[in-house]
């Protein structure tokens, strides 16, 4: 790792912790967000984030075809409209130079879930682009990840990503 961002910057890191302790606390369903993380990350390019997603997918139940899957979503059978239209609207706002997040898009999203469902996944997809950012750009070690050990867990369970 370049720098140790938890040690040397615990105020971000508690911010980036509050971020994802008020997603979690909305009615989004956990393996959603886990989905949702996991393909933010693939799009990303951050090995850390995508290890720890599917480990925490994994870890949750989640299938493994899924998981597998999870990259090429669009053409797979196996997600609900909910997840879709999470995925894609993931997908959208983490691609944002590329797009303008069209308002077919926002309609499909705003058809499957509550306002505050929309803003709670909105936040959702904030977090993890920034938690991406992080752990590419500082090196977080790939492959270090063991879901549920204290200090190295996920997003708003006590650690990065």
Known sequence: MRVDY????PAGLKAMRGLEEAVHQSTLEPQLLELVKLRASQVNGCAYCVDMHTKDA??????????????????APFFTS????????????????????PDELYQQVAGLFSPEEVVALTLAVVAINGWNRLAVSLRAPVGSYVPGRPGVTSGGRGGEG
């Open 82 to 101: 909910r997840e879709r239209a999470a995925l894609a609207w993931c997908e959208a706002l983490t691609r944002l130079p590329d797009n303008d997040v």
């Open 58 to 75: 994994r870890s949750m139940g989640e299938d493994e075809q899924r998981l597998h899957l999870v990259a090429v979503w669009r053409e």
């Open 6 to 9: 938890r040690e040397v910057f």
